[in-house]
C-alpha cells in the first residue's frame, strides 16, 4: 500500500493523477484512507477516535499525527507567548501614556508609527527588517532564517541562549507589531472614555488628584477590553503564522497547517481544527477569569 500511495503521490507531483493506476488500485487507496464510506459514517469514526486522545496517523510524516504536532508546537508557543507579554508591556504604558497626554507631539508621532505598523502585514514587514538589517543591502545585524545557527551545539550554555535570541529578534518583532498597535489604541481610547466619566469627576471634587483617580478606578475599568483580546493568545500560541514561518524559515504550526492542507494530509488538518478549537474555548474561559480580577462588579457564583 505505502508504494500505491508513493506511485499516485509522484504522478500528482508530474501532474499525471491517474498515470499507471488502475481502477482496483484507486479502490484500494479510498479503502485504506477511508473514503469508501459516506461522511457522515466517517465522521463518527474520527470522532470516536478523539474521544480516546487518538488523532490518526500522518500521511506526510508516517507517524502519529500528536507527534508530528508535537514536534513544531514549542516553536509556535514560544513565538505566542513571548509576543503576547511583550505587546502588552509595551502597549500599556504606552497607551496609558498616549491617553494623558491627547492631542500632544507625542501622540501625534507615536500615533503615526503605532498605525503605520498596523497597517503593514507581519510578513511585508519581515522582508523589510531582511533587506533593511539581514544583510539584505545595508546592514548585516540579525540572521534571517532558522532558529539557531550551524554551530549552535557546539556553543555553551550562554551562547547558546543568546544565539537562539539572536535569532528570535526579528520575527518576534513581526509577530507584535499588529497586536501592538491594536491594544496600544485600545488601551487609549477606552482610558479617555473613562476619563470623562461621572466618577471620575465626583473622585476628584472629593479632593482625589487627576492621576491618582486614572490609576485608582479609570485604569482598571479601561482594562476590561483588553481583557477580552487577552484570550487570543491561545489561539496564537496554537496557530502560529504561516507567511512569518515561511520568510524566516522557521518550522512552527503555521507551516505545518500549510503543507498539511497543500498535502492534503486530513488527519493532521483535522487534528489541528480540533486543538485550535479547544484552545479557542479556553482562551473564552481564560478572558471571563480576567474579567473578576478586572471588574469587581463580576463574581462567579
Known sequence: MEELISRVQQA????????????????????????????????????GKVASLD???????????????????PISLFFGITSFILSYLVSLPLGVAKALRNGSWFD?????????????????????????????????????????????????????????????VLPLFCYMISEFAILTMMLKNSLMDEMGKDYMRTAVVKGSTFKR?????????????????????????????????????????GLLVYTSMVNRDYNVVMGIIMLSSLMAMLGRLFSDVLYVFVDPRIRFD
Open 12 to 47: 500528482a507531483a508530474e501532474k499525471r493523477p491517474g498515470a499507471n493506476i488502475s481502477p482496483q488500485e484507486v479502490a484500494n487507496i479510498k479503502a485504506y484512507f477511508g473514503f469508501d464510506k459516506p461522511a457522515p459514517v466517517r465522521y463518527a469514526i474520527w470522532l
Open 55 to 73: 488523532l490518526g496517523k500522518s500521511y506526510t510524516y508516517q507517524e502519529p499525527v500528536w507527534n508530528v504536532i508535537k514536534s513544531k508546537f
Open 108 to 168: 501625534t508621532l507615536t500615533s503615526g508609527a503605532i498605525f503605520t505598523g498596523f497597517v503593514i502585514p507581519g510578513y511585508a514587514l519581515g522582508i523589510l527588517l531582511i533587506i533593511f538589517l539581514g544583510g539584505g543591502r545595508f546592514f548585516n545585524l540579525f540572521p534571517i532564517s532558522g532558529i539557531v545557527s550551524d554551530e549552535f551545539e557546539t556553543l555553551s550554555l550562554a551562547g547558546k541562549v543568546l544565539d537562539f535570541l539572536h535569532h528570535m
Open 213 to 253: 483617580a486614572i490609576w485608582k478606578h479609570a485604569f482598571r475599568n479601561a482594562l476590561i477590553p483588553l481583557a477580552t483580546r487577552a484570550g487570543e493568545i491561545f489561539t496564537v500560541m496554537f496557530a502560529g503564522s504561516i507567511l512569518i514561518e515561511r520568510v524566516f524559515d522557521i518550522d512552527g504550526m
